[in-house]
């Protein structure tokens, strides 16, 4: 079975930074791409971020471009989001995303971790 | 950026009724298109990929058409555990864009 698990979230100030990760199991982690999306409370779901498998194709909004960093630890089955200069507008649920490919050619988003909530606001 | 646009942004219906969702690009995406089922306080979940393909395990009554700008998502009879949000989602080019969403509700 696939599980995604996101932990990391929290209370932040503006302007300040904070570490999202994601557990993956039940699957060959370092085989598909994965994805970051987000949803503010009552709102639609906005596509953050997305790595290949291999890390060497990474990509960003514009809205979180140079403020937000993805990685991935293949030996550890753990996808991450470093988010700095947090915004209040940053401010929603982050869900970790597998991707049904190990390229982010085309982004189909087969299984979702449950979400972390990340509120920005001094 | 490859606008969704949905259509409703609600409807009410009753078990058993069908169902249909429209989600409409902005620019031709072929058939790059997915729908996703939100329930309350949960994680979205594939229904339809490739705008027509059925994701393992939802059922039949669930299904996707369409191709370049314009598609739909009909549930043929609507059941309880149908009621969410739907929303569709273009993987055609980056950044991924969503539609706004459309909320089924009872009837």
């Not at chain 1, 947090?86 to 050619?105: M, N, P, V």
């Amino acid at each position: 079975e696939v599980q995604l698990v996101e932990s990391g979230g929290g209370l932040v100030q503006p302007g300040r930074s904070l570490r999202l990760s994601c557990a993956a199991s039940g699957f060959t982690f370092n085989e598909y791409a994965m994805h970051w999306v987000r949803q503010a409370p009552g709102k639609g779901l906005e596509w953050v971020s997305g790595i290949s498998w291999s890390s060497g194709d990474i990509d960003y909004a514009d809205s979180v471009k140079g403020r937000f960093t993805i990685s991935r630890d293949n030996a550890k089955n753990s996808l991450y989001l470093q988010m700095n200069s947090l915004r209040a507008e940053d401010t929603a649920f982050y869900y970790c995303a597998k991707d049904s490919q190990g390229g982010l050619g085309v982004a189909e988003f087969d299984y979702w971790g449950q979400g972390t909530l990340v509120s920005v606001s001094s | 950026d490859i606008q969704m646009t949905q259509s409703p942004s609600s409807l009410s219906a009753s078990v058993g009724d069908r169902v249909t969702i429209t989600c409409r690009a902005s620019q031709s995406i072929s058939t790059y298109l997915n729908w996703y089922q939100q329930k309350p306080g949960k994680a979205p979940k594939l229904l339809i990929y490739g705008a027509s393909s059925l994701q393992s395990g939802v059922p039949s009554r669930f299904s996707g058409s369409g191709s370049g700008s314009d598609f739909t998502l009909t549930i043929s009879s609507l059941q309880p555990e149908d009621f969410a949000t739907y929303y569709c989602q273009q993987s055609y080019s980056s950044p991924w864009t969503f539609g706004q969403g459309t909320k089924v509700e009872i009837q």
